[in-house]
């Protein structure tokens, strides 16, 4: 399975060339295909801010690869200023977006790089090694959470099934194939696949224009339909399970994800569907108590106002939180790369990330 898997890594959203960071813009995608690069820090936070690179843990790689591009503008500077200087490039990585917390994840990998080196000189090569393990490390995950996912599915029914996904926490959005559309991936290599009806994903349509795009490349049966009939097609369509992936996990459960996920685990337990989120390790804040204390990114109005950069209204005002909070409750089972959390709380997360609850 693992090298089935690794054939179906066909879509790179980043790339590390020669000092660059290369970025596919998914702004354009899928009717363009475009590269954007990133040579320093200010450029690679603007891609996260404007969401040329998208998805949690793509996000952290990318800030990642952005701390080693300001430590290749400033490495070389005196002492002082080198260190002053990187540290004014993170705060500006940090700022890009609030909810993924892989992104401050990263930044804090990176950070310790800095603090361990007690030198003059800034430790460049050490930077570029941790990025490049990051950006290895998440591809790695997104094997290990495909084949535990895809047993889980299997285990409750070995017949092909209707799936369901938000967003997209497919390749685009990570360093391998991704973390839903990893499962649903491994799913379909294990004929347990019949269907997956991706969410448009209003308004940034990350689900008509990346996840259904993505699979139909990979040749998986998949249709568009409109956030709202959900409801509908678990009623009507035989559903069997809900796959999404997270921005943060809070450390007892509780899942932030695209906002639209929180009403489909609503749905989901009312038809008696059940939810799977998948995400590595990563994406776990055992800083947070619960979901209530998850800064939940605002974005502009235009993304409401207007599709296409075209006006569809006047300039009225807008409400747009971009992610919700999905309370553990509600949550059938949680898969990462160290394990499986069935029904989470508060325990089985501080099980999970000290010893791994392998299944
Ligand atoms: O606003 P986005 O496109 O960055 O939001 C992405 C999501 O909500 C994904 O589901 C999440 O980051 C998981 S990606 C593996």
Redesign the pocket.
């Known amino acids: 399975m693992r090298e089935q898997l690794l054939a179906t890594e066909r879509i790179i959203p980043l790339e590390w060339k020669q000092g660059v960071l290369r970025l596919l813009d998914q702004r354009l995608l899928p009717l363009q295909q475009r590269w954007l690069e990133c040579r320093d820090a200010a450029q690679t936070a603007a891609a996260i801010r404007d ?1 040329v690179v ?4 793509a ?1 952290g790689i990318a800030a990642a690869y952005g701390v080693v591009l300001a430590a290749r503008q400033h490495g070389s500077k005196s002492l002082a200023s080198w260190r002053d200087l990187l540290a004014g490039d993170m705060q500006l990585l940090a700022a890009s977006r609030p909810t ?1 917390v892989n992104l401050f994840w990263a930044l804090e990998r990176m950070q310790q790089v800095l603090d361990n080196s007690s030198g003059d000189t800034c430790p460049l090569s050490e930077l570029e090694a941790t990025a490049q393990a990051i950006h290895q490390a998440d591809r790695e995950a997104n094997l290990a959470m495909a084949q535990l996912g895809m047993e889980i599915i299997r285990r409750h029914c070995d017949a092909p099934q209707h799936l369901l996904t938000h ?3 497919g390749a685009l ?2 360093g391998g194939f ?3 559309l990893g499962v649903i991936r491994a799913a379909h290599l294990a004929g347990l696949v019949a269907h997956v009806h991706a969410d448009e994903t209003r308004p ?1 349509l ?1 689900g008509s224009r990346l996840t259904a795009w993505e699979l139909a490349c990979d040749g998986v049966p998949v249709s568009v339909n409109a956030d709202s009939a959900a409801a509908h097609l678990m009623r009507e369509g035989d559903i069997t399970w809900v796959i ?4 943060r996990i809070t450390a007892n459960g509780d899942v932030a ?2 906002i639209g996920t929180y009403q489909l685990a609503v749905l989901a337990r009312f038809h008696d569907v059940r939810l799977m989120v998948v ?1 590595p390790s990563s994406t776990i804040d055992m800083q947070l108590a619960s979901g209530a204390d998850i800064p939940i990114e605002q974005r502009s109005a235009d993304e409401l106002l207007q599709v296409g950069g075209q006006p569809v209204t006047t300039q009225l005002p807008a409400f747009n939180p ?2 919700d909070v999905t309370p553990a409750s509600l949550v059938d089972v949680i898969v990462t790369e160290l394990g499986v959390v069935e029904q989470p709380d508060a325990a089985k997360m501080r099980q999970l990330m000290q010893t791994g609850v392998l299944h």
């Open positions: 969401m998208r998805g949690a843990p996000i993924a967003c997209n926490a959005a990570t991704g973390t839903a940034w990350q999404v992936g997270a921005d994800n695209k995400a971009v992610f």
